[in-house]
């Protein structure tokens, strides 16, 4: 091992074949970008105890939530071959982000889709279960304030009911409600009494009292929403040297980011300007903003894929999508059954209904054992029926229905078979 | 504070105590920074109101609206006289322009965020009380950088703390609690627990993780 040390603080350091660069459990505050060679990271899947090896490729960061976030390493980092990385402090880290919005953004949507996973997976094992309709469940709030004679949050969350699902099957009872509420109809129902009375946990602040007296139940349940979040051990670094910079990163635009990105970087020293200039293609600043390849698994790609879809973005679903299809080095035929046909889904939701069809039928014939054959049976059954060919459609919803294990795509294909009233 | 005057009278929004911010499971395309006051974030379990945080001045909420399109996961309600910045999703890149430091706030709170989600998790996962017990332990004692392992350590902990972190009512808490301080292995008082070999926890957990999968 060989330590360079340059002006900013940034290290380099070369490491033999089959280093450790951490242990899991390790309490640090280093964040590390790989200039070259090779690093492994290995860690466990909670839900399944199977082993997971990620690759970092060149010019890409990794160990930057357990820095940021203070807590222990999550994984055991080796280097494979003779390896360079850097190792940037937290505050060298900071000066590179601020000065580069777009890897903040990208690292700030893996982040996401990553609390979203692990959330889904409390849910899961909580019981609780993972298809609830949205609507019913804030008219259940509603409900639920106004049960406990909290008329002020009970209309607003009925009002909130009124906003988005005018038409939906409570709408009546919502606006009934919002009517009594408002014309002061509305009495406060006698608290039941085996609800035990407020007992006030000693983190709450100095709120008025009678923001909890109808409160039933007033555990402080550090959950999930995180309870550490006091901003004292946040850095409010006023460095805004770097700041000239920030001019040229235009929102958005991945081309304007490696301008940015190359301007950024430029000052940091000669260190960071070799790192730049060493590079001899463009792919290294592409993967440089790609933040960590532990955040960025192919299974956090899909999934931030499927919120592009859900949230209407289908063009930049099937962008990621295509990326994890064309993947030569994924391990994993169920990922990539998938992201087939999800991009089956895309089109659909697209409109693009013929090339909806043939990418799922292209799926199914290249791979008819596939787990996924259901799924994408149910899929061209749905093009169909957008097509406004239900006779088409009919075949593909009963075999789907016919199909074991019963599952929720069984369900669907019944309840669709009569909806349409075959 | 973190933002300038401006950004108060442009974005700014204030709550009398006891209002709504937003509501669980109503469509979201804002976040929010508490400029002054604080609220509180709940939860409806089993159709009561359950208070997960409450949080300060220069907190941040809602943030998950900023990059993906879900409905919020919690509700937030004022807890006195408030007054919040409020930004919608399409200002974010402009405001991430103005206010870098920002950004970066949020990767830290990410950070955090999914470790501590990951780690109850982790807890829930464990099927014996006792082990979420030791494992709820172990993973206050991880978060304080300033605990020392190798000897005994104080955790500001109330046994319904460790209820809620670990899933298990208060009784089967209380009693799995009773039984660690009846062995020796605790000290058990009413606003904190002392544990005398927090790695011994550590080692029984671990091993116990790695027989689940085995």
């Given at each position: 091992?060989s330590?360079?040390?340059?002006?900013?603080?940034?290290?380099?350091?070369?490491y033999?074949s089959?280093?450790?660069?951490?242990?899991?459990?390790?309490?640090?505050?280093s964040?590390y970008?790989?200039?070259?060679g090779?690093v492994?990271?290995?860690?466990?899947?909670p839900?399944?105890?199977?082993?997971?090896?990620?690759?970092?490729?060149?010019?890409e960061f990794f160990?930057?939530?357990?820095?940021?976030?203070k807590?222990?390493?999550?994984?055991?980092?080796?280097?494979?071959?003779?390896?360079v990385?850097?190792?940037?402090?937290?505050?060298?880290?900071?000066?590179?982000?601020?000065?580069?919005i777009?890897?903040?953004?990208?690292?700030l949507?893996?982040?996401?889709?990553?609390?979203?996973?692990?959330?889904?997976?409390?849910?899961?094992?909580?019981g609780?279960t993972?298809?609830?309709?949205p609507?019913?469940e804030?008219?259940?709030?509603?409900?639920?304030y106004?049960?406990?004679?909290?008329?002020?949050?009970?209309?607003?969350?009925?009002k909130?009911?009124?906003?988005?699902?005018?038409?939906?099957?409570?709408?009546?009872s919502a606006?009934?409600?919002?009517?009594?509420?408002?014309?002061?109809?509305?009495?406060?129902?006698?608290?039941p009494?085996?609800?035990t009375?407020?007992?006030?946990?000693?983190?709450?602040?100095?709120?008025?009292?009678d923001?909890?007296?109808?409160?039933?139940?007033?555990?402080?349940?550090s959950d999930?929403?995180?309870n550490?979040?006091?901003?004292?051990?946040f850095?409010?670094?006023?460095?805004?040297?770097?700041m000239?910079?920030?001019?040229?990163?235009?929102?958005?635009?991945i081309?304007?980011?490696?301008?940015s990105?190359?301007?950024?970087?430029s000052?940091?020293?000669?260190?960071?300007?070799?790192?730049?200039?060493?590079?001899?293609?463009?792919?290294l600043?592409?993967?440089?903003?790609?933040?960590?390849?532990l955040?960025?698994?192919?299974?956090?790609?899909?999934?931030e894929?499927v919120s592009f879809?859900?949230?209407?973005?289908?063009?930049?679903a099937?962008?990621?999508?295509?990326?994890i299809?064309?993947?030569?080095?994924?391990?994993?035929?169920?990922?990539?059954?998938?992201?087939y046909?999800?991009?089956?889904?895309?089109k659909?939701?697209?409109?693009?209904?013929?090339?909806?069809?043939?990418?799922?039928?292209?799926f199914?014939?290249?791979?008819?054992?596939?787990?996924?054959?259901k799924?994408?049976?149910?899929?061209?059954?749905n093009?169909?029926l957008?097509?406004?060919?239900?006779?088409?459609?009919?075949?593909y919803?009963?075999?789907?229905?016919?199909?074991?294990?019963?599952?929720n795509?069984?369900?669907?294909?019944?309840?669709?078979?009569?909806?349409?009233k075959? | 504070?973190?933002?300038?005057?401006?950004f108060?009278?442009?974005?700014?929004?204030?709550y009398a105590?006891?209002?709504?911010?937003?509501?669980?499971?109503?469509?979201?395309?804002?976040f929010?920074?508490?400029?002054?006051?604080?609220?509180?974030?709940?939860k409806?379990i089993?159709?009561?109101?359950?208070?997960?945080?409450?949080?300060?001045a220069g907190?941040?909420?809602g943030?998950?609206?900023?990059?993906?399109?879900?409905?919020?996961?919690?509700?937030?309600?004022?807890?006195?006289?408030?007054?919040?910045?409020?930004?919608?999703?399409?200002?974010?890149d402009?405001?991430?322009k103005?206010?870098?430091?920002?950004?970066?706030?949020?990767?830290?709170?990410?950070?955090k965020?999914?470790?501590?989600?990951?780690?109850?998790?982790?807890?829930l996962?464990?099927?014996?009380?006792?082990?979420?017990?030791?494992?709820?332990?172990?993973?206050?004692?991880?978060?304080?950088?300033?605990?020392?392992?190798?000897?005994?350590?104080v955790?500001?902990?109330?046994?319904?703390?460790?209820?809620?972190?670990?899933?298990?009512?208060?009784?089967?808490?209380?009693?799995?609690?009773t039984?660690?301080?009846?062995l020796?292995k605790?000290?058990?008082?009413?606003?904190?627990?002392?544990?005398?070999?927090?790695?011994?926890?550590?080692r029984q957990?671990?091993?116990?993780?790695?027989?689940?999968?085995?």
């Amino acid at each position: 091992m060989s330590d360079v040390i340059t002006g900013s603080g940034i290290r380099t350091r070369t490491y033999k074949s089959q280093a450790i660069v951490y242990f899991e459990g390790d309490k640090s505050e280093s964040i590390y970008i790989l200039k070259k060679g090779k690093v492994l990271l290995t860690y466990l899947r909670p839900e399944t105890g199977e082993e997971i090896k990620e690759e970092v490729r060149p010019g890409e960061f990794f160990g930057v939530k357990s820095a940021l976030g203070k807590y222990p390493r999550e994984e055991n980092a080796q280097t494979i071959g003779e390896t360079v990385i850097l190792i940037l402090t937290p505050a060298d880290f900071e000066r590179i982000v601020l000065s580069n919005i777009m890897v903040v953004k990208k690292m700030l949507r893996v982040f996401s889709n990553q609390l979203r996973r692990i959330g889904r997976a409390v849910r899961e094992v909580m019981g609780e279960t993972n298809s609830v309709d949205p609507a019913n469940e804030l008219y259940k709030i509603a409900d639920h304030y106004a049960a406990n004679g909290r008329p002020q949050q009970a209309l607003y969350a009925y009002k909130k009911y009124m906003e988005y699902y005018p038409d939906g099957k409570f709408a009546s009872s919502a606006m009934k409600m919002i009517q009594n509420i408002e014309s002061g109809n509305y009495s406060a129902p006698v608290v039941p009494v085996s609800d035990t009375p407020v007992s006030r946990p000693d983190a709450l602040p100095d709120a008025d009292e009678d923001m909890f007296s109808s409160s039933s139940d007033s555990d402080s349940d550090s959950d999930s929403l995180g309870n550490d979040f006091g901003s004292d051990d946040f850095s409010d670094s006023d460095d805004s040297g770097d700041m000239d910079d920030f001019g040229t990163a235009e929102s958005g635009d991945i081309d304007d980011f490696e301008a940015s990105e190359a301007a950024g970087l430029s000052d940091f020293g000669s260190e960071m300007d070799s790192f730049v200039s060493n590079s001899p293609d463009d792919e290294l600043l592409d993967d440089f903003g790609l933040g960590e390849p532990l955040n960025e698994s192919p299974e956090d790609r899909f999934s931030e894929a499927v919120s592009f879809r859900e949230s209407g973005d289908c063009n930049h679903a099937i962008e990621i999508l295509e990326e994890i299809r064309s993947d030569q080095s994924l391990n994993n035929p169920d990922l990539l059954h998938k992201a087939y046909i999800e991009i089956g889904r895309c089109k659909l939701d697209q409109g693009k209904l013929q090339e909806a069809l043939s990418e799922l039928s292209l799926f199914l014939k290249n791979n008819p054992r596939s787990a996924f054959v259901k799924e994408a049976l149910f899929e061209a059954g749905n093009v169909y029926l957008k097509a406004g060919s239900k006779d088409k459609a009919i075949p593909y919803f009963k075999k789907v229905a016919a199909m074991p294990p019963r599952d929720n795509f069984n369900q669907q294909a019944l309840a669709l078979l009569k909806e349409n009233k075959f | 504070m973190l933002l300038d005057d401006h950004f108060l009278e442009r974005f700014g929004v204030e709550y009398a105590p006891g209002e709504i911010i937003f509501c669980e499971y109503e469509p979201g395309h804002e976040f929010y920074l508490i400029h002054s006051g604080s609220v509180k974030i709940v939860k409806l379990i089993n159709n009561r109101e359950k208070i997960m945080d409450v949080m300060y001045a220069g907190d941040v909420f809602g943030e998950q609206a900023i990059l993906e399109a879900e409905p919020r996961s919690a509700t937030v309600i004022a807890a006195g006289p408030t007054k919040l910045l409020k930004f919608h999703r399409d200002n974010f890149d402009a405001l991430l322009k103005g206010n870098p430091q920002l950004a970066y706030k949020l990767l830290v709170i990410f950070s955090k965020r999914i470790y501590d989600a990951k780690r109850r998790l982790m807890i829930l996962l464990l099927n014996e009380p006792p082990l979420k017990v030791m494992d709820v332990l172990c993973m206050l004692a991880e978060q304080n950088v300033n605990v020392d392992m190798h000897s005994q350590v104080v955790l500001s902990v109330t046994p319904k703390d460790i209820s809620s972190w670990s899933g298990m009512s208060i009784e089967e808490t209380q009693n799995a609690l009773t039984h660690m301080m009846n062995l020796g292995k605790i000290e058990l008082y009413p606003e904190k627990i002392i544990v005398k070999n927090i790695l011994d926890f550590q080692r029984q957990v671990n091993s116990r993780r790695k027989q689940m999968f085995t």
